[in-house]
């Protein structure tokens, strides 16, 4: 079956580094996504992995490990405006989009 | 501001009714996407529309159908409308709906079904 894990909530300070798990079971893999969602608002990408290892965009760094099936997303100098839920979210063989339950990250002061 | 448009906002409804979502993609976008998101169920993948043509079908119910016209807008029809239909309905657009193309999402309708 089609599953992926990500943990529900995690907090961390304002300017700190915080790493968010994925893990994923799906048909297929055809590349993986992180998008950003505000409370009430749309998701906005954030990241894509297709291929192993690490890409790095800004204050926010992706990373892929098809052989164990796992990703994680890596957000360094936190800023208050980061308080959000973080999507993992695979595309399978057949173009299905599979998305994880989301990580809701709280940055305190 | 995605450039995606998605109308009605909001749309309240009762039961057994059918409502009709709108979408329209980013200017020359041909690739739209259709997500549902309830509080129980997170974000779901529906269909996928490539210039008019269906492309990928996820988790759509029989009584959920969706079209894209020829001027790429795309509709979303939901009948038979049941409580557990009430959630966010997203869609999103790609320039070529190819796996590596950004996915840029519109602000949602959000449907209440009473």
């Known amino acids: 079956g089609q599953n992926i894990d990500q943990p529900t909530e995690m907090t961390a300070t304002e300017g700190a580094i915080v790493q968010i798990n994925c893990t994923y079971q799906t048909s297929g893999f055809n590349g993986l996504f992180w998008y950003q969602q505000h409370a009430g608002e749309a998701p906005t990408f954030l990241s894509y992995?297709?291929?192993?290892g690490l890409e790095e965009k800004g204050r926010f760094s992706s990373f892929l490990s098809r052989s164990k099936g796992y990703s994680y997303l890596l957000l360094k100098e936190l800023q208050m405006k980061d308080s959000a839920s973080y999507l993992c979210?695979?595309?399978?063989?057949?173009?299905?989009?599979?998305f994880g339950p989301g990580t809701r990250l709280s940055v305190l002061p | 501001d995605s450039g995606v448009t998605q109308t009605p906002k909001h749309l309240i409804t009762a039961t057994g009714q059918r409502v009709t979502l709108r979408c329209s993609p980013r200017?020359?976008?041909?690739?739209v996407y259709w997500y549902q998101q309830s509080l129980d169920q997170g974000l779901q993948f529906l269909i996928q529309?490539?210039?008019?043509?269906?492309?990928a079908k996820g988790n759509i119910l029989e009584r959920f159908s969706a079209q894209q016209f020829p001027d790429l807008h795309s509709e979303l029809n939901l009948s038979s409308l049941e409580l557990g239909d009430s959630a966010l309905y997203f869609c999103?657009?790609?320039?070529?709906?190819?796996?590596?193309?950004?996915?840029?999402f519109g602000p949602g309708t959000r449907l209440t079904v009473l």
């Open positions: 999103a657009s790609t320039s070529s709906g190819g796996a590596s193309d950004t996915q840029y």
């Open positions: 200017s020359g976008d041909l690739s």
């Open positions: 979210a695979v595309e399978d063989y057949g173009q299905n989009f599979v």
């Open positions: 992995n297709v291929l192993d």
């Open positions: 529309y490539y210039n008019g043509e269906e492309r």
